[in-house]
């Protein structure tokens, strides 16, 4: 499998955590160009891992029963997939807010 | 031709205080096709979907020539076609097969109606044409075992002979594993079978067999 194809399935199982995540962490990034605080870079990392788990909770409970064999007969696994996903969204947050920390604080 | 054999052991599923499987077990050969039989709600398919990761299960373990198989990656040496639909939504059949590794043209020589849903979204197919492309790509791609859960639901009663056909042509370097409610067609395209019965797994060798495990009358 190549890496374009391994990028396109991780997006094609986690776009919906993806789009949530992405929308959060641009309000973040916004609400910290008003005021920088280290307690509010802390928050947002706390609150993230809260809006996460919602996120992956929900779309677990809508998504079909049989959806995942799609994956797991490419060789990607749930925990693979589920582990890029948070890497992506966590480390998209950490790159917005110390940028904008920087260029703001 | 290399022959393997998958062994599937020890199920254990548990769904609260309800135990579903507690000695689940099947084998696969090369060159066979392996029928599961089962009453409503005995649990083949969720021995399936365990075995294959898809759902919690306490205990199982899976090996193929007697080496213990690693279930993170276990779709590289079992290919499952699930009970419901596999395929997301939006994805285009050509992509499919290609991700799959399967030429899409040689599933259109089988199947001469699907040449124009080649760049068809699955959304846009009705369920038995989406069925059918699911079996095909599971089928035709690369795996030396395959596992069908009722591969002959949603097939056109036309189409339903020529899967027939299409599993014992793989099954001569495969080996395939086919469950169904329905016995006619397992019997029909099965060497041997096995039946679920109480949580456990019991080769059947003659039609008394089922009638024992209550699979018949």
């Known amino acids: ?105 | 031709m290399d022959k393997h054999k998958l062994i599937v052991d020890s199920v254990v599923v548990r769904f609260g205080d309800k135990t579903v499987l507690s000695g689940g077990y099947i084998t696969s050969e090369t060159g066979m096709v392996t029928g599961l039989l089962g009453r409503n709600g005995a649990g083949k398919s969720c021995m399936f979907r365990a075995l294959m990761g898809g759902l919690k299960v306490e205990n199982v373990m899976v090996s193929i020539d007697g080496v213990p198989i690693d279930r993170q990656i276990i779709g590289q040496y079992i290919k499952y076609l699930p009970q419901g639909r596999m395929l997301p939504e939006n994805i285009k059949l050509h992509k499919a097969f290609e991700l799959f590794g399967v030429n899409y043209w040689s599933f259109v020589n089988r199947f001469p109606k699907y040449s124009r849903f080649h760049d068809s979204a699955i959304w846009e197919l009705s369920g038995g044409e989406a069925r059918l492309a699911e079996l095909c790509l599971v089928l035709l791609s690369e795996a030396p075992f395959y596992i069908l859960d009722e591969p002959f639901s949603q097939i056109d009663p036309v189409n339903i002979e020529a899967v027939r056909r299409l599993i014992r042509e793989r099954c001569q370097d495969h080996g395939i594993i086919v469950t169904d409610h329905n016995y006619d067609a397992i019997s029909s395209v099965a060497d041997n079978l096995f039946v679920i019965s109480d949580g456990y797994t019991a080769p059947v060798h003659s039609r008394d067999d089922l009638v024992r495990f209550g699979y018949l009358r």
């Open chain 1, 1 to 105: 499998m190549t890496l374009r194809d391994r990028i396109y399935l991780t997006w094609s199982y986690g776009k919906i955590q993806f789009l949530v995540g992405a929308l959060y962490n641009i309000v973040c990034a916004q609400l910290l160009t008003r005021g920088f605080s280290y307690s509010f870079y802390i928050d947002a990392f706390i609150l993230k891992a809260v809006v996460y788990a919602i996120t992956y909770y929900l779309v677990r409970q809508f998504r079909g029963r049989d959806a995942i064999f799609f994956f797991i007969n490419l060789g990607l696994s749930r925990r693979k997939l589920q582990l890029s996903v948070l890497l992506v969204d966590f480390l998209f947050l950490a790159i917005l807010l110390t940028t904008v920390m920087l260029k703001h604080g």
